[in-house]
């Protein structure tokens, strides 16, 4: 085991890595308490936060817009995301979809489309997501 206080330096002009962790979280969805959360994990590596979850969602009619609402940190800036794989069979899904994250949500949007995505969307669907951005925390 190599312990050190302080972080790594690379070269005399770089700027120390002095944070990594490695974890779990909790993701929630707007209006939504009970949705499935198969996993949720991160990996931070400085001011980078990487992250993945799989999210069972119930059957729902809801027309609240899709987003879930946590982040393992807050997002600095924009940053991104895909969706990997959904069961959804919404005709909404035969385009693209952006999932844009800001602040400490990811939101799903028809990507050149007519607005975003709703909860009824994904009624019953499994959804995978994998992203990253960039945090002060």
Same mark, same amino acid.
Request: with cysteine; glycine share 14%; aromatic share 10%.
């Given at each position: 085991?190599?312990? %050190?206080?302080?972080?790594?330096?690379?070269?005399?002009?770089?700027?120390?890595?002095?944070?990594?962790?490695?974890?779990?979280?909790?993701?929630?969805?707007?209006? %939504?308490?009970?949705?499935?959360?198969?996993?949720?994990?991160? =990996?931070?590596?400085?001011?980078?936060?990487?992250?993945?979850?799989?999210?069972?969602?119930?059957?729902?009619?809801?027309? !609240?817009?899709?987003?879930?609402?946590?982040?393992?940190?807050?997002?600095?800036?924009?940053?991104?995301?895909?969706?990997?794989?959904? =069961?959804?069979?919404?005709?909404? %899904?035969?385009?693209? #979809?952006?999932?844009?994250? !800001?602040?400490?949500?990811?939101?799903?949007?028809?990507?050149?489309?007519?607005?975003?995505?709703? !909860?009824?969307?994904?009624?019953?669907?499994? #959804?995978? #997501?994998?992203? !990253?951005?960039?945090?002060?925390?």
């Amino acid at each position: 085991d190599l312990y %050190l206080s302080g972080g790594v330096k690379f070269d005399t002009n770089g700027e120390f890595l002095d944070s990594y962790e490695e974890g779990t979280w909790s993701p929630t969805l707007v209006g %939504l308490s009970f949705a499935t959360i198969n996993s949720a994990t991160f =990996t931070k590596i400085g001011n980078r936060v990487l992250f993945n979850c799989q999210v069972v969602m119930p059957s729902t009619s809801a027309t !609240q817009v899709m987003q879930i609402l946590t982040l393992p940190f807050n997002a600095n800036a924009d940053g991104g995301a895909t969706l990997g794989y959904t =069961t959804s069979s919404s005709s909404k %899904l035969e385009g693209a #979809i952006g999932l844009l994250l !800001q602040g400490g949500s990811v939101s799903f949007y028809v990507d050149g489309g007519p607005g975003a995505f709703t !909860q009824a969307d994904f009624s019953g669907a499994q #959804i995978r #997501i994998s992203g !990253q951005y960039m945090t002060n925390s």
